[in-house]
């Protein structure tokens, strides 16, 4: 694997829902070991509530882990102090977010927001060194430079998401967290947004950390597969073997749903009317198992931990192999 | 979102989730806009022509008044007179002076109790909703206890122990205690605000809290803060005027209420001078309703949908390129619906918009149609044109074609047949159920609601079948006595669908019903769906922008873009050869799971404003076949094997 | 229902800082008022009245702040408030007893009487979007919200009662008639308060019409409402279960809102009307600087508004389901 730029250990979040009287301890992330390395991008797929974006906020410094660790170069963000050492890390890692409608301020013209962030970061550049940080960012991202005057609402949801990016470029980033970003735009923009990304690392040598629910872009993008399932990371590997030949039964419940219009209608295709299960005060045990067509006995007393099968494949299942 | 401290659409500090306050979003831009939205309102001129004279006479008073206000020189009550504009007071003072010079006072205690009150109303109302925790939570309770004391006669009381407040300690005292209705408004929208992302953005990107609160989401909320500031001033005008009405200002201060004071005073009814007490009293009102009509205006610019707009018609193309069906008639044998010259057009500010231009559809008994598009497409209006369910949020009105469906032609009909047919024949599932069921009803009551409408079912053979649809689509019936928001989303949607069948119809039009769900549960749902229809034989349209997922489902495809019929071809045919450069862009446009790793294109660019649609074929700026014929002239469907085409590279003599 | 217990707690907190602003008050004037005031008491009264007003106004005792507060706030809550400089030597209670049931009667009836007619209104109007109610109306009430009551009430009494002498200018009954429970009574009260009736309503209503009415817009945008007429259901069922009673929500709280402008513009009336009500009252305690009368007051006026807004929290729970399942 290429160098590595980020590494997470035991990564826990949990949050306290309900009032006053009989809060309770919602497990929004348990136990999530996970790396990045330089110039890979990385998906990290689950559905809603699966705990991916918790993950995200987490290497955003959104939320502070409840537990764990998160290493960037090495170091450890937990022992991060002082201002310029926090500044630093946002600019290396900054985010992407999803809605495009609501991720830039509307009061404000595009220019804004990049220069705020090059102000912020990278505030040895003059003026005129700004503006042309401005230019070739927008022009990165594939936008015309005159889009710098504009508001966000004379944009398309395709190019605000590109703004997006140029926001994060203009940091001179190492990792990008995107969050979701293509699942609010249009199918015949998605495409071009996810080119964009793949270009951005060729070109600047930026890493990705792609959050999506949708395994199919996950595919055409990713280098490595990430698989989320309530709180867990249950399955990890190069994207084609993880895909082409799923281990864990979640990961092989999701492509069978999957549409694929090429593809015959299986037969595996039904009756699973379960959903993914709310985390709050869980006890040990596989959370997958009451969906699970292959669970023993184990699954429901024992946590299956993360291991590594022979062909560098990680599985968080009693019985995969 | 009206401040005015008459009324409030929020909600107090622990309140039920109830349909949101009308949050305007800023639209900044050129202020001429602004200007020129004011200028169109014609409540919004009235105000501030009020507003100008007075301030006129606040500023220039001595220019304007034409005697001194407190000299008791002339004789006393007069009535109007060319000297007395409008007669003398019991002492002898020139009313109409009195009037012009009392302006600055009031004007002055508005605008200064109303930013003393926005001011704090700001700081507590964004801080409390920004920082959230403990702080929101005392910064809140705090809130509302103030909100909830009743403020006049705490001043009544105040004013009481210290005799003859001056000014100063009325304008403090007002404003201390007026902002907290400003704060609640503030603090909602800020909560709210709180979840968009560019706020979180922002902090990402490193920035101080105290730059967010300054930089980032008080500039989105000028239009709320303007009418904080408006309602702040109308309190301030009618509280100072009602306690130097009673005499608890200072008596000798030159202000409408203390005119009032001292009519009241000498007995202006009796006395026979209704002026005395008229004329103080038609200022306090007037100033009062620029401040509530300039408030009122706000709103309605900001928020467009308070706005009634009127759709012209005659703006409108009514030319139509050759039908591309044969003649219409009545419902041919085993179609179930016709659609034939379908249009639908709405009002915006631009002028009309046509979302649906010239629609032809036929569907058959049992037949399962997948409309596919992306946004702005007119999918969804066209699927709410066929119901005739056209209105807010989804605007439009139909303005011209037929609906055909069970010998009747759906655009003609009275409201009273519409319903006798809905949800008997033609039934509807909408995008999210969590939005669709009314949230203070529970299950059972909804589907008895719609039984009762259309059938004479007694209340246990109502129960005995509103169970069957529940197990129908696999629900446990135990749930019919929950409310919407008790049941999971995968469960309400189910919910919905059942309901639907209820009278198992002749079509159900579903809108999206499974994009709130996940994958697994969207696949199961589709499923479901499917063996519903084959087993009770109803026909379905079905609305989505994701052609994958009906790819296994549905019979016939049709494909729209900009407000038109771009391809209409049955599933396999139209994943196999798709015919328009449109569909066969969007095909391209999924990447697969199994298969080679192309890389894919996409289609860049975006779809025409169809404000002002080009001439020609509306895909051609982006499409990678385009000819000069396509933007010739307009195209007409044509029909390739049973596919019908609005493409130049498949034109055929109709 | 933990929903209306935490309101419960809300109502006696804000009871308590009002009870406790009336301690504080008097303390923090310059000049202490209360000392003249408590002059014009001297041997004329019980020595348990004079000892609660002491403690109430902090006047002649020796106790530490503390203890005073603590032994006011148990007077507070045996009713001892002392005895009335204005209608003296009645207990500041039996008075404020006395004009209870006026105000009620007036300012209770006609601001309900407003509330719901104005909800009424706001939602047709909203029903019929682009009628004659919806684009006329509401200019009209924006004005009228914005008119001070004792104008209205001014003019109100030279319009109906000096011109046209239709109704009487001012009391609560005719003083030349006996008080009590009689047909004649009840009639003449009747006539009597009419015309302040008619001043709280006209500019109390505008308010709520119009948030009743952009309430309804909101709701009529919403799609179970969409999804009523899809079934469909009667209008008159969907305007009213679906429409109506998910608008009416944030009104009611609304209603508490406003309930503080109501109280200033009740009092006003009734000065002006010279009604016998607690405002009034109120208005001629401060005029005598008759503080204990004034407190006792000011304390039913907290406490009637407080039940009011309970009142409305009551009624939101029982029509909103998502309010009781709130933890």
């Known amino acids: 694997m290429t160098e590595e730029l980020l590494r997470t250990e035991g990564l826990t979040r949990y949050f306290r829902v309900g009032k006053l009287t009989g809060r309770q301890t919602l497990h929004a992330v348990d136990d999530v070991d996970l790396s ?21 906020r987490m290497l955003a410094r959104v939320y502070t882990p409840t537990r764990g660790e998160i290493w960037f170069q090495g170091r450890p963000l937990s022992r991060l102090r002082g201002r310029k050492s926090r500044l630093s890390y946002s600019a290396d890692v900054p985010m992407v977010f999803q809605d495009p409608y609501s991720s830039l301020n509307p009061a404000y013209r595009v220019s804004h927001g990049i220069l705020r962030g090059v102000k912020l970061h990278r505030g040895d550049l003059s003026a005129k060194e700004r503006r042309a940080e401005l230019t070739r960012v927008l022009e990165a991202v594939g936008l015309t430079p005159d889009t710098r005057s504009r508001f966000p609402f004379e944009l398309s949801g395709g190019q605000r998401q590109r703004v997006g990016f140029a926001q994060a470029l203009a940091l001179r980033p190492k990792l990008i967290l995107a969050d979701e970003p293509v699942s609010m735009l249009d199918v015949s923009i998605r495409v071009g947004v996810l080119n964009l990304m793949s270009e951005l690392r060729e070109r600047e040598g930026v890493s990705f950390l792609y959050i999506t629910h949708d395994v199919a872009s996950a595919r055409y993008l990713a280098d490595r597969v990430l698989v989320m399932y309530a709180g867990h990371l249950v399955e990890e590997g190069a994207t084609e073997d993880v895909l082409q030949r799923p281990k864990h039964p979640y990961t092989q419940l999701l492509l069978s749903a999957v549409p694929d219009p090429r593809a015959e209608l299986g037969l595996a295709d039904a009756r699973d009317v379960g959903e993914p299960p709310k985390i709050v005060e869980p006890k040990p045990g596989c959370r997958f198992r009451p969906r699970c067509p292959l669970a023993i006995a184990e699954c429901a007393t024992v946590t299956p931990p993360l291991r590594e099968l022979d062909d560098g494949r990680r599985v968080a299942c009693h019985v995969a192999e | 979102m009206s401040a005015s401290p008459l009324g409030a659409t929020d909600q107090l500090a622990t309140p039920p989730a109830g349909p949101a306050p009308m949050v305007a979003e800023v639209r900044p831009g050129r202020g001429g806009d602004l200007w020129r939205a004011i200028r169109r309102n014609k409540k919004a001129v009235a105000g501030v ?8 006479f606040s500023i220039f008073p001595g220019q304007i008044a034409p005697y001194d206000p407190t000299a008791e020189i002339f004789p006393p009550a007069l009535g109007v007179s060319r000297h007395h504009l409008l007669g003398t007071t019991a002492y002898g003072q020139d009313i109409f002076s009195q009037l012009v010079w009392g302006t600055r006072l009031s004007l002055v205690i508005a605008l200064a109790v109303g930013g003393l009150a926005t001011a704090l109303a700001v700081l507590v109302g964004v801080s409390a909703g920004y920082l959230g925790g403990a702080t929101d939570g005392f910064l809140s309770l705090v809130t509302d206890v103030i909100l ?47 979840r968009r992302d560019f706020l979180e953005a922002a902090q990402v990107r490193g920035e101080r809290k ?88 706000f709103d309605e610019i900001s928020s467009p949908a308070l706005r009634v707009r009127k759709l012209e018609r005659a703006k409108l193309q009514t030319a139509r390129p050759t039908p591309a069906l044969p003649s219409p008639g009545e419902t041919s044998d085993g179609a179930v619906l016709r659609v034939e010259d379908l249009s639908v057009a709405y009002a915006t500010d631009a002028g009309p918009v046509v979302a649906v231009d010239h629609v032809d559809l036929e569907l058959a008994r049992g037949e399962f149609l997948a409309i596919v598009g992306e946004s702005g497409c007119g999918k969804s209006t066209l699927l709410y044109a066929i119901a005739r369910l056209l209105g807010s949020p989804l605007p439009g009105e139909i303005v011209g074609g037929r609906v055909q469906f069970q010998g009747k032609d759906l655009v003609l009909l009275e409201e009273k047949e519409l319903r006798r047919m809905r949800w008997r024949d033609l039934s509807v599932v909408m995008q999210s159920a969590m939005n669709a069921l009314n949230p203070v009803l529970t299950v059972s009551q909804q589907m008895e609601d719609a039984c009762r409408a259309h059938a004479n079912w007694s209340k246990a053979e109502i129960e005995v079948r509103s169970r069957e649809v529940l197990r129908l689509v696999s629900i446990d019936p135990v749930h019919l006595n929950s409310y919407p928001h008790q049941l999971s989303g995968g469960m309400r949607q189910r919910a919905m669908i059942a309901m639907a069948l209820l009278f198992t119809p002749d079509l159900v039009i579903m809108d999206e019903p499974t994009s709130a769900l996940d994958v697994v549960a969207q696949r199961s749902l589709m499923v479901q769906i499917k063996e519903l229809q084959e087993q009770l034989g109803f026909a379905v349209i079905f609305v989505t922008h994701d052609m994958s997922l009906v790819s296994h489902f549905s019979d016939r495809l049709l494909v729209m873009y900009a407000g038109q019929v771009a391809e209409l071809s049955p599933t396999k045919e139209l994943f196999d050869r798709p015919l328009h450069p449109y569909s066969q862009g969007l095909l391209g446009a999924f990447p697969s799971i199994h298969g080679p790793k192309v890389r894919l294109l996409g289609i860049p660019g975006s779809p025409p404003d169809l404000a002002h649609p080009p001439t020609g074929c509306r895909f051609a700026p982006r499409c990678p076949q385009v000819e000069p014929r396509c933007t010739a002239a307009e195209v007409p469907l044509s029909t390739v094997n049973g596919s019908l085409v609005r493409c130049v590279l498949h034109e055929t003599g109709t | 229902m933990r929903f209306v217990l935490r309101r419960l707690g809300f109502f006696v907190l804000t009871l308590w800082v009002a009870i406790t602003l009336n301690f504080l008050i008097p303390r923090l004037m310059p000049g202490s008022p209360a000392v003249a005031m408590m002059a014009r008491y001297r041997g004329h009264i019980n020595p348990q009245a004079l000892h609660a007003i002491q403690i109430a106004f902090g006047v002649n005792t020796h106790e530490s702040l503390l203890r005073s507060y603590v032994t006011y706030l148990g007077n507070v809550l045996h009713g001892r408030f002392g005895v009335s400089l204005t209608f003296f030597p009645d207990p500041v209670t039996h008075d404020v007893l006395q004009a209870l049931p006026w105000t009620l009667a007036l300012v209770g009836v006609t601001t309900v009487l407003a509330f719901m007619l104005g909800t009424l209104i706001g939602l047709v109007g909203a029903w019929r979007r682009g009628g004659l109610m919806d684009s006329a109306l509401p200019p009209i009430f924006v004005i009228t919200s914005a008119f001070p009551y004792f104008w209205l009430a001014i003019l109100s009494i030279w319009l109906f009662s000096l011109k046209l002498g239709w109704l009487p200018q001012s009391g609560g009954y005719d003083v030349t008639d006996t008080v009590g429970w009689t047909w004649g009574f009840a009639g003449d009260a009747l006539k009597h308060a009419v015309l302040p009736a008619m001043t709280i309503l006209i500019t109390a209503i505008g308010g709520w ?43 009611l709280t609304g209603f508490a809102m406003s309930l503080g402008f109501v109280v200033a513009g009740a009092i006003l009336v009734e000065y002006v009307f010279n009604y016998p009500g607690v405002g009034w009252m109120f208005l001629q305690s401060v005029e005598n600087q008759d503080y204990a009368l004034m407190q006792g007051l000011f304390l039913l006026i907290v406490v009637t508004v407080l039940t009011a807004i309970l009142a409305a929290d009551v009624a939101t729970a029982l029509l909103d389901p998502r309010t009781r399942d709130q933890r």
Do not use: H
Request: charged content about 10%; aromatic content about 10%.
């Open chain 2, 210 to 297: 105290s730059y967010v609160i300054l930089n980032e989401i008080l500039p989105t909320m000028t239009s709320l803060i303007v009418a904080t500031f408006l309602g702040a001033a109308l309190y301030a005008v009618l509280t100072a005027a009602g306690l130097q009405f009673l005499g608890l200002g200072d008596p000798n201060s030159q202000s409408w209420g203390t005119m009032l004071y001292w009519a009241q005073n000498n007995e202006a009814l009796f006395a026979g001078m209704p002026l005395w007490a008229i004329a103080p009293g038609v200022c306090i009102a007037l100033l009062g309703a620029s401040f509530a009509l300039l408030n009122y205006a």
């Open chain 2, 49 to 56: 022509v009020l507003l100008v004279v007075f301030l006129v």
């Open chain 2, 148 to 194: 909830v004391l009743p403020i006049f006669p705490l001043i009544i009381v105040i004013a009481a122990y210290e005799q003859n407040a001056g000014f100063l300690t009325l304008v403090v005292v007002l404003g201390v205690l007026g902002w907290s209705y400003g704060a609640r408004q503030l603090r909602a929208q800020t909560l709210s605000l709180r």
């Open chain 1, 36 to 56: 990045i390395g330089r110039g890979e991008i990385v998906a990290l797929v689950g559905e809603s509530g699966s705990g991916k974006s918790t993950i995200a």
């Open chain 3, 209 to 251: 019409i119009l948030t009743m009415r952009n309430n309804t817009i909101s709701v009529l945008a919403e799609d179970y409402v969409r999804m009523a007429r899809a079934k469909g259901l009667n209008p008159w069922r969907v305007m009213w279960t679906y429409a109506g009673r998910n608008a009416i929500l944030p009104n």
